[in-house]
């Protein structure tokens, strides 16, 4: 079974321009994750959705950042415009949200540079 | 000048013997927790999970133990293998909602 898939696997790009991270979560999952993780601060949440909607984006860094799931099967993360301090890797990660198995399966990560 | 970063916790060991990895979590409500391994490159992976009405719980070469009156988990692994080699998080969930809330992890080092 293909798990958690995100594109792309590394992204370089100017300082200002916008970035787009995307998500495939596993089939059947109804929660989806975004993650960031740095030397700095370690492995934070950004923001998750449970069916498409967004429950709690108090992760997220401010309003350059935007994330969107417009279906069961796709997710964005925006930053619009990057700065250099947004290079980190960027991880996906899905649940099935039932209070039997709380495991959250994660993405290879896009590890984004920003010069 | 010099950044400054998370500084990771380091276990060193030798290949074939016992490892433990410590985590204290915050939450006194917490009721489940969860340890994942992440290889340099590498999402977290998924090793073992543990709830709040269990002390214990055994995989395969590895256990979880839980000490709720001092909020403190382990992990063990024995016989450690070159492969083991990777970050350790714990990570916390309070009352069945979604939400992981992850350690700094430990840095597990190998040593043939």
């Known amino acids: 079974d293909a798990g958690v898939i995100q594109s792309p696997r590394h992204e370089v790009t100017e300082m200002g321009q916008e970035v787009t991270l995307r998500c495939k979560p596993i089939s059947g999952h109804n929660s989806l994750f975004w993650y960031r993780q740095t030397m700095m601060r370690g492995l934070e949440l950004l923001i998750y959705?449970?069916?498409?909607?967004?429950?709690?984006d108090s992760g997220m860094p401010e309003d350059r950042f935007s994330a969107k799931m417009p279906n069961a099967s796709f997710s964005t993360l925006k930053i619009q415009p990057s700065e250099p301090r947004d290079s980190a890797v960027y991880f996906c990660a899905s649940s099935f949200g039932s209070s039997g198995s709380r495991e959250q399966y994660f993405g290879p990560g896009t590890r984004l540079t920003v010069t | 000048g010099e950044s400054v970063g998370l500084h990771l916790p380091t276990l060193s060991v030798q290949e074939g013997d016992n490892s433990i990895i410590n985590c204290a979590y915050s939450n006194s409500a917490s009721d489940y927790f969860i340890w994942y391994k992440q290889e340099s490159g590498k999402g977290p992976q998924f090793i073992i999970d543990i709830r709040s009405n269990m002390d214990k719980r055994q995989g395969q070469r590895v256990t979880v133990l839980l000490n709720k009156t001092v909020k403190h988990l382990s992990l063990q692994i024995a016989a450690t293998q070159p492969g083991d080699s990777a970050v350790y998080f714990c990570?916390?969930?309070?009352?069945?909602?979604?939400?992981?809330?992850f350690g700094t992890g430990t840095q597990l080092k190998v040593e043939l």
């Open positions: 959705f449970n069916n498409n909607v967004p429950i709690d």
């Open positions: 990570a916390e969930n309070e009352g069945g909602g979604n939400k992981l809330t």
